[in-house]
Structure formats: structure tokens, C-alpha cells
């Protein structure tokens, strides 16, 4: 076969590929490939569908916020003062129930009837309902002040005895593995257990 012969053949068979109906096979589309913008997008919109490959963190709640506690004078300041250095100093001493001396340890009425029996010689009922029931006043929160004793339970029941130091904390020897220790009265536990305060320093 002549060279222009062969030439003219295949430029027959090139062409008939181009129209419907043939069966010869057409050739490789080739796909663009997507514009930088567009890959951005989708790669933003998938990771925004699956969490962009992390746990989502939830801000947490606004703390509450804690009341002001005016500082109201109390009637026996040296007394007072007297009281809160010694509760203070306990800080640390171990929980024990029924013990009353920083050698035993402390349940909660015991640490009061040893602060106020060795700083003003002072005796006072041994437990925390008896305590609530002694003589003085009751005590709005508000009008405080350093030396009060103030009391915690439910339904109507005196559970638990503290010594209040000022700025709405008091020290407390609160239960059993634990051991004396500050804390405030706006804390959830305390302020929903809030029963009431008695003022037991006068002048």
C-alpha cells in the first residue's frame, strides 16, 4: 500500500470516530481540575458537617455571682478575735467524731466547744442542735459578725455547727476523712443547708 494510500485511510477512520452510531472507542475525557477557591469551600463545609475532626468544646456555664457580706462589729471585738485566731489556727486538724481537743480531732460541735472554752472559758452545749438552741438571738445573714455560730440541716433540723470569721466563711470541721477547714457560706451545699445563726459574745 502506496504512503498516500495509508495516510488517506487513516484520516477516513479518524473522522468516522467523531459520529453517532460508531462503535469506535472515544477518547479519555480528561477532568479540569477544581479552582483553589472551590476545594477551600469544600473542605470547610465538610469539616463544619463532622465537628473539623474534634469534640466541640461548650463554654462553661457564667459563674454566680457571690454576695457582698457587709462587716458588721461585734459586740465583744477582743473576744471575737480571740475566737477567730484559734478556729483559724485549727485549719487541718482530722475529722473524728465525738472528739473535742486538737490531740483527739474535731466533729463539728466539738471544735466549737474547745475554741470557746479555751480562748474565754466559756461552756457551751456539746451538740450542734443544742447549740441552735441557746440562748441569743437569731442572726440574718447579713448582719454576721465574727463569732457567731451558724447552723446547718434540712426540714427543719440542726445538723451541723460552725464558727463564722467574716466575708461569709466560716471554719468547720465537716465530716468524717475530711478535716477542719474554711469555707463559704454561698458554696452550693452550704447555702441550700442554711438554717440559721446565733450570737453567743456579748459585751
Known amino acids: 500500500m502506496?504512503?498516500?494510500?495509508l495516510a488517506a485511510k487513516l484520516?477516513?477512520?479518524t473522522k468516522a470516530a467523531h459520529y453517532p452510531g460508531n462503535t469506535a472507542p472515544a477518547p479519555a475525557r480528561v477532568r479540569k481540575p477544581w479552582p483553589a477557591l472551590a476545594v477551600a469551600v469544600a473542605l470547610c463545609a465538610l469539616l463544619s458537617a463532622c465537628g473539623g475532626g474534634r469534640e466541640v468544646v461548650r463554654r462553661p456555664p457564667p459563674p454566680k455571682p457571690v454576695r457582698e457580706w457587709p462587716r458588721t462589729e461585734p459586740e465583744n471585738p477582743g473576744a471575737?478575735?480571740?475566737?477567730?485566731?484559734?478556729?483559724i489556727s485549727l485549719v487541718g486538724t482530722p475529722y473524728r467524731y465525738g472528739g473535742n481537743t486538737p490531740d483527739s480531732?474535731?466533729?463539728?460541735?466539738?471544735?466549737?466547744?474547745y475554741v470557746y472554752r479555751d480562748m474565754?472559758?466559756?461552756?457551751?452545749?456539746?451538740t450542734s442542735r443544742d447549740l441552735a438552741s441557746?440562748?441569743?438571738?437569731?442572726i440574718e445573714p447579713m448582719r454576721l459578725a465574727a463569732g457567731d455560730l451558724v447552723f446547718f440541716g434540712s426540714k427543719g433540723n440542726v445538723s451541723h455547727v460552725g464558727i463564722y470569721v467574716g466575708e461569709g466563711r466560716f471554719v468547720h470541721a465537716p465530716s468524717t476523712g475530711g478535716t477542719v477547714r474554711l469555707d463559704h457560706l454561698d458554696g452550693p451545699y452550704?447555702?441550700?443547708?442554711?438554717?440559721g445563726a446565733k450570737r453567743v459574745l456579748r459585751k
Open 105 to 113: 480531732g474535731f466533729d463539728c460541735s466539738g471544735l466549737v466547744n
Open 120 to 126: 474565754l472559758a466559756l461552756s457551751l452545749p456539746r
Open 2 to 5: 502506496s504512503s498516500r494510500r
Open 134 to 138: 441557746y440562748q441569743g438571738p437569731r
Open 190 to 195: 452550704w447555702v441550700s443547708h442554711y438554717s
Open 11 to 13: 484520516s477516513a477512520v
Open 80 to 87: 471575737a478575735n480571740a475566737v477567730l485566731m484559734r478556729a
